[in-house]
């Protein structure tokens, strides 16, 4: 299969602290891809590069055999690469729909269809729709931030630790709803997680990243459970 986006020796940091250090990751169209690592190994910087937050000192990005790696992050948007951040970022004054229908400005014609298949995927956003952001519960918010993300009608969609600090019971509720947009074959999924078995069940590949490189990578089932996940997760 064509791979979605191609990595190639990527490296990029911070002012002059290098964080990340020749990474180089191919993704399958319509794969979920898994970045696991300690803290601190570059997991969302790498993210940030991809959506053009921070860019390269070395290394490309291919994304449908473009390079990408200096695009600026609106032009990511609009090709459809979405990066939906760590920290459950929401727009905190407005409300629910409000969140929603800003993430679909760039597909005005499609925006109310894009809507309703967040909220199939979301049932307790459509519960909440008139409500501030802001007092909506963590899982919720983390829900609001993803459905944002789809409103821009993602191909590929970075999630950087969706279900961190939730409880059990919404992570059983992400979970089925990643499930499901694993499933779609317009999408590829690239997740940074934490939670082993999410991972499992989700990622069809796995790529661990210790201090800015890519220590391992492989078929998640094959990784989990291996040393060396064991070495570098416990
Ligand atoms: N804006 C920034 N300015 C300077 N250094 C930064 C910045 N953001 C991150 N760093 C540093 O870059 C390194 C990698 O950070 P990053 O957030 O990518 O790690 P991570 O793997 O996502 O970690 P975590 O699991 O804790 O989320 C860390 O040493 C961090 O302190
Ligand atoms: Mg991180």
């Given at each position: ?11 990029a ?27 601190g ?40 690469i979405?990066h ?11 409300s ?97 997680e ?33 040393d ?7």
């Open positions: 299969m064509a791979d979605a986006l191609r990595i190639d020796n990527l490296s940091g911070y002012g002059h602290a290098t964080v990340l250090r020749g990474v180089t990751i191919a993704i399958e169209a319509q794969s979920t891809v898994a970045i696991v690592g300690p803290n190994a570059g997991k969302s910087t790498l993210l940030k590069v991809i959506s053009g937050l921070v860019r390269p000192t070395a290394g490309d990005i291919r994304f449908r055999d473009e390079d990408m790696s200096r695009w600026p992050s609106e032009k990511v948007v609009a090709s459809g979405v939906v951040p760590e920290g459950r970022q929401v727009f905190p004054g407005l629910v729909a409000e969140n929603l229908w800003l993430g679909g400005y760039s597909h005005p014609e499609r925006r109310q269809e894009l809507l309703e298949d967040v909220l199939t995927l979301f049932p307790r956003l459509k519960e909440r729709l008139s409500q501030a952001a802001d007092s909506l519960s963590g899982g919720e918010q983390q829900m609001l931030a993803i459905g944002r993300g789809l409103m821009a009608a993602p191909a590929v969609l970075m999630l950087d630790e969706p279900t961190l600090g939730l409880a059990p019971v919404i992570i059983d509720q992400m979970t089925e709803a990643l499930m499901a947009l694993r499933a779609r074959s317009s999408l590829s999924l690239i997740v940074v934490q939670n082993l078995q999410l991972t499992r069940a989700l990622c069809d590949a796995a790529h661990i990243l210790v201090d800015g490189r890519i220590a391992a990578s492989g078929a998640t089932e094959e990784l989990v459970g291996s060396v996940m064991k070495i570098y997760l416990g």
